[in-house]
């Protein structure tokens, strides 16, 4: 009953104004229009950019999240509960967690990953090329270095891995802001950076290699082009990236409810 007397009222006001406006185009003399000054445009007001994978809020665990300046504590307990205490000291750098984390993310898409702020320590062993006058990135003893992550990637609950992650992802969303990127959404870059790696090309065999300087390059320059996300991929072995592939895809669809393509 409500609703319908207030439509009531709505249709009583417009029609009030239509009859008005009727009465007085009969009864007066016509007005010469006013004079029209060229006014300003308005500013379009920016919308704000929509969420493309939103995040679902996280039950309440009845502790409340740290603030982002000291969160290392929480973090380290979060990774030693996912991977155990001893594994996330020896693969991560378990200082400024949060920003590690996001740094790393966003910039995998992208051309280079900055050392500074890289979030798993280095890969023990030194770097392996095979052949004799030219260099290629093929030896099984290279491969077998990223063996420790494989294990851990496969290891893991994705589950509890992307409960995590929802727990702490206000202060993912901080550390993105607090970044440069204030009207966009930190989840939204996980998953084009997940989708990044998991386009990464399957390249069987030995990929020649060059060393114009201290670092090898890939000789080819269309993957020497690629993101630094994807060049990790090529870097890790068929077989490994393919293994990592498997568990992005599952991430992926824990975090999204969508499958990827395979």
């Given at each position: 009953m409500k609703n319908t007397m207030?439509?009531?009222?709505?249709?009583?006001?417009?029609?009030?104004?239509?009859?008005?406006?009727?009465?007085?185009?009969?009864?007066?003399?016509?007005?010469?229009?006013p004079a029209r000054s060229e006014a300003p445009p308005a500013?379009?007001?920016?919308?704000?950019?929509?969420?493309?994978?939103?995040?679902?809020?996280?039950?309440?665990?009845?502790?409340?999240?740290?603030?982002?300046?000291?969160?290392?504590?929480?973090?380290?307990?979060?990774?030693?509960?996912?991977?155990?205490?001893?594994?996330?000291?020896e693969l991560f750098d378990l200082k400024e967690i949060v920003r590690r984390f996001v740094v790393t993310v966003d910039n995998l898409p992208r051309k280079k990953v900055?050392?500074?702020?890289?979030?798993?320590?280095?890969?023990l062993g030194k770097f392996l090329a095979t052949g004799e006058g030219e260099n290629f990135l093929?030896?099984?003893?290279?491969?077998?270095?990223?063996?420790?992550?494989?294990?851990?990637a496969e290891a893991v609950d994705i589950r509890k891995l992307v409960a995590t992650y929802v727990r702490f992802y206000p202060l993912f969303q901080q550390e993105y802001q607090n970044l440069g990127y204030p009207r966009e959404y930190f989840n939204d870059r996980l998953?084009?950076?997940?989708?990044?790696?998991?386009?990464?090309?399957?390249?069987?065999?030995?990929?020649?290699?060059?060393?114009?300087?201290?670092?090898y390059q890939f000789a080819d320059p269309d993957l020497e082009d690629l993101s630094a996300g994807q060049k990790i991929m090529i870097r890790l072995g068929s077989e490994n990236a393919a293994r990592i592939k498997a568990r992005l895809r599952d991430v992926r669809h824990e975090l999204t409810g969508q499958v990827p393509k395979p």
């Open positions: 207030w439509s009531v009222v709505v249709l009583v006001i417009l029609g009030g104004i239509a009859a008005a406006f009727y009465y007085w185009q009969l009864h007066e003399p016509p007005l010469e229009p500013p379009e007001a920016k919308a704000e950019p929509a969420i493309r994978h939103p995040v679902q809020a996280a039950p309440s665990s009845g502790k409340p999240l740290p603030p982002l300046g000291e969160s290392d504590a929480a973090m380290q307990d979060a990774l030693a509960g996912l991977f155990t205490r001893k594994s996330a000291e900055p050392m500074r702020y890289r979030l798993f320590k280095p890969v093929g030896s099984p003893d290279n491969y077998r270095r990223y063996s420790s992550y494989v294990w851990l998953v084009e950076a997940i989708d990044d790696l998991l386009a990464a090309p399957d390249i069987p065999g030995r990929i020649k290699l060059v060393r114009p300087n201290v670092l």
